[in-house]
């Protein structure tokens, strides 16, 4: 071992020490004990924390709630995160997680940081993911990605669509999970015998069981049926649906049960999205949620009524 | 140009024209002369015209500065990376400080240049402080995991597993990207390392170089922050700093701040429109450093009051006044109450009574209200008894009742009288129509109530809580009716506060219908308490079977109640 090697490895050791003195006189200056500080809270203006008016800045609780009016707060935490709630939006804050319960909000930096609204989850897929959520009252919850993707779990923490950039969805829980209704579209896959297909809307993956499937292998699929939780998924997808249904499409045609007509299926097990296009687009439902693709993002509108139901 | 006054005039010729000795004017034959001028003269000539181009000048330079102002306006209005940064070059701090948002990257040199071209621009050094500290945390996490890993490399594979959605299915098939990730993640831990191992080594070697160099960035910050309080002294840069040092558990250094804050509230600089909510988020931070609630107002409040505090907090506290003491007060009796800290609050409820400030009544009122309704019978007794103003409340000694003789119009809150809602009611804001429809009316000594006949088949017309021992009580009363017919549906109830609905419809007693009574006529109930304690007694109205609904007036006056 040469001079140099045995005075830097002396200095990694000294340094080592430094720091982990370091490290303990900083751990010591945290907030007085049992206070859960989560981060900082910034506006250029100002912002409405926990119902009183503050101006610039203060110090985030856990479960505070924060309500902006015409700026915006941006939520630097402590883990890492960031999350701006934009104009005239309100959300509740805590260590792991915001519920958003009105406006929007954009989360960046959120490995392990995740959003909840209305009983959705939206968190990213890494963690340099950023993302933006929306809630509308008539529309339900709007999700878009900005860079990576995002993955939107319902209630039972099942996953229900991979939002990913440049493909907003919207999402529309459905009264008490909708009776396991499903309708996913896309190309059919043999995996080992069994059938998988990947929605072509919320980029799920889920096998699909049923008769006459063999005969749909390879081909581009809307199948509609029911979701089957006691059944294991093989792998790569996350849930078997047993098909009731299953309609042959063309390339690049989308399902008869697009826009309008697979809105009504939609808009009648979840009881929302009326106020999104999404003409000649697919709606999912996969896990007790209509996901449906927002044209021009975030800032769609249009009808998603109709009056066919999902065939069984 | 006309030449001005030094000139002098060429001798006198023969005939040529001179001005008439009298009149000073020319003759009309010969045109006027015009004199050359004097050296001094020309030097006027020449000021003057300078003085008009540097007027000039300036009016271009202004008008120039105007229009560069509008035109950065306008770049800064797109709120783009680009046009802010041009709008920024300007100088202005506000732009700069937007561009720190806009460039995260570059903000910290952003902010410093803009501290340096506005010194005494505070929201810059507050953004410096904040960003300054949001680093520190970035680097505190950094050296957790550098502890953590015992100074080597993260393992990302690892990493990846630790998030959320790495259980779910299909997390292994992001190979790709996550390899993208580790590369770019191992890259900037690499640079963030040294930067790290930079910084100690800097911070051992210059441990003066900056207050509390031993945490790194923190100490960058508070100076920022620091600065930004001497710059400004209004509330946002102390209100800033409060909050960074409480964040970095510095209780004197919070409390100097917080006590400059509260001297510089804007919910309290005009008197004419005191905000107590605005006033909430600063005491509850006091309040999270020092859980005593005396403490923090003691802290928060007048020097004078609290000489322990010593001449710098005086100083700082300088402009505090007793009426900003006394509004922080109350905000903080709010916020206890809202927080449900119910010991705290009393504590706080009795410091307010003690002012015996007309102008806090409403707001103790409630208060007791609510305790009486949480089942804090002691603490709203004892607090009743500091402001009230009514005989004091013994149950011990049998001074239960209040405002019996009706001297006082009832509160119709605390231990005094309702004659509309119940107390449960009151604070719940059930928005029920008081007295079902009956109209209460209070005139000094009597109570009226006026029954339209469209009132409901059952009501309260009266409440009041009454602390008790265990006993029997005589409740004595003075009433008159008037077209009430018999029998009238009116007449006492004393309600339990035993747990169950069993126990407390076994302790339920209920006095007979009143008799109709033109005149005035005295009579009484005795009735039973089973235990010590506080319930309410109550006067309701409940039609008869067999009878129409009310129509008629009912006169109430010297109730009084007396232990057997």
């Known amino acids: ?312 | 140009m006309e030449a001005r006054g030094n000139s002098t005039r060429k001798p006198a010729t023969p005939g040529a024209a001179t001005p008439d000795a009298e009149g000073g004017k020319f003759p009309m034959d010969r045109p006027p002369q015009i004199d050359r001028l004097t050296p001094a003269g020309r030097w006027a000539q020449a000021s003057s015209w300078a003085l008009t181009a540097v007027r000039l000048g300036l009016f271009l330079a202004a008008v120039c500065g105007i229009l560069r102002l509008a035109a950065a306006e306008i770049e800064f209005r797109d709120d783009t990376p680009a046009t802010v940064l041009r709008a920024a070059s300007i100088g202005n701090s506000e732009y700069r400080e937007r561009l720190a948002e806009l460039q995260p990257e570059q903000a910290r040199e952003v902010l410093r240049q803009a501290a340096l071209a506005d010194p005494r621009a505070a929201s810059v050094w507050i953004s410096l402080g904040l960003l300054e500290e949001r680093l520190g945390e970035r680097r505190l996490a950094e050296t957790r995991g550098l502890k953590k890993r015992g100074l080597e490399k993260p393992s990302f594979e690892k990493r990846g597993l630790e998030g959320r959605g790495a259980a779910e299915p299909g997390a292994e098939k992001r190979g790709g990207e996550k390899r993208n990730v580790e590369k770019h993640d191992v890259e900037k831990y690499d640079v963030e390392k040294h930067d790290v191992e930079k910084r100690d080594v800097e911070q051992i070697a210059v441990p003066d170089a900056v207050a509390g160099a031993s945490s790194g960035d923190f100490g960058l910050a508070r100076e920022a922050f620091e600065t930004a309080v001497r710059v400004d002294h209004q509330y946002a840069p102390a209100w800033a700093l409060a909050n960074f040092c409480f964040r970095q558990a510095d209780p004197e250094c919070f409390w100097r701040a917080a006590v400059r804050a509260a001297a510089r509230a804007p919910a309290l600089a005009d008197p004419a429109q005191v905000n107590l909510t605005d006033l909430r988020p600063l005491l509850d931070l006091a309040g999270r450093m020092e859980p005593a609630p005396l403490a923090v107002l003691d802290r928060l409040s007048l020097p004078e009051r609290n000489p322990r505090e010593g001449t710098r907090a005086d100083t700082l506290a300088e402009g505090v006044t007793a009426w900003r003491a006394a509004h922080m007060e109350k905000a903080y009796l709010d916020d206890l109450i809202g927080q449900n800290r119910w010991e705290d609050a009393v504590m706080v409820a009795r410091r307010v009574a003690s002012h015996r400030d007309a102008a806090n009544t409403a707001r103790l009122d409630d208060f007791v209200t609510r305790l009486l309704v949480a089942g804090r019978a002691g603490a709203a007794i004892d607090l009743w008894n500091r402001y009230a103003g009514f005989a004091v409340l013994d149950p011990a000694r049998g001074l239960s009742l209040t405002n019996g003789d009706f001297a006082s119009a009832p509160r119709e809150a605390g231990f005094d009288w309702r004659l509309g809602l119940p107390a449960s009611e009151t604070v719940s804001a059930s928005g029920r129509q008081p007295s079902g429809g009956i109209e209460p009316r209070w005139t000094p000594a009597l109570v009226e109530f006026r029954f339209p006949g469209g009132e409901l088949e059952q009501t309260e017309l009266a409440e009041q809580w009454l602390p008790l021992r265990a006993g029997t009580f005589r409740l004595r009363f003075e009433y008159l009716t008037r077209d009430l017919p018999s029998p009238t549906g009116i007449r006492w109830e004393f309600a339990g506060r035993e747990a169950t609905a069993a126990a407390r419809a076994e302790a339920r007693a209920e006095a007979p219908p009143f008799e109709p009574s033109e005149r005035w006529r005295e009579a009484q109930w005795k009735f039973s308490a089973a235990s010590q304690g506080v319930a309410p007694l109550r006067l309701i109205y409940r039609r008869e079977p067999g009878t129409e609904r009310a129509r008629g007036t009912l006169l109430l006056r010297r109730v009084r109640l007396e232990v057997l």
């Open chain 1, 1 to 312: 071992m040469t001079q140099a090697s045995v005075t830097q490895a002396r200095f990694q050791a000294v340094l080592a020490a430094l720091l982990a003195a370091n490290l303990s006189v900083v751990q010591a200056a945290s907030p007085p004990s049992g206070m859960p500080v989560i981060g900082v809270v910034e506006a250029q203006g100002s912002f409405r924390l926990d119902q009183a008016t503050i101006s610039g800045n203060a110090t985030l609780f856990e479960g505070a709630t924060i309500e902006t009016a015409a700026g915006q707060t941006s939520q630097e935490l402590r883990n890492g995160a960031r999350v701006t709630l934009l104009p005239e939006s309100k959300g509740r804050f805590y260590d792991d997680h915001m519920v958003l319960e009105r406006g929007q909000g954009r989360l960046e930096r959120g490995t392990g940081y995740f959003f909840e609204a209305r009983g959705l989850t939206v968190q990213p897929e890494t963690g340099s993911s950023t993302g933006r959520i929306s809630l509308d009252p008539a529309s339900g919850v709007q999700v878009a990605a900005l860079t990576g993707s995002l993955r939107v779990l319902n209630s039972q923490r099942m996953l229900v669509a991979k939002v990913l950039p440049g493909m907003p969805l919207a999402f529309s829980p459905q009264v008490s999970g909708g009776n396991g209704v499903a309708r996913v579209t896309g190309r059919v896959v043999n995996k080992g015998g069994h059938y998988v297909l990947t929605d072509e809307t919320t980029n799920v993956t889920v096998e699909i069981t049923g008769t006459g499937l063999k005969k749909e292998e390879g081909r581009r699929v809307e199948a509609s049926g029911y979701l089957d939780p006691t059944a294991t998924p093989v792998s790569d997808a996350t849930q078997v649906i047993r098909v009731t249904s299953i309609t042959r499409l063309a390339a690049g045609v989308a399902p008869a049960g697009a826009g309008g007509a697979a809105g009504g299926a939609a808009a009648g097990a979840g009881g929302g999205l009326s106020a999104l296009v999404i003409s000649g687009t697919a709606i999912a439902i996969i896990g007790g949620v209509a996901a449906a693709a927002v044209v021009g993002g975030l800032a769609a509108a249009g009808t998603f009524n109709g009056s066919q139901s999902v065939s069984r």
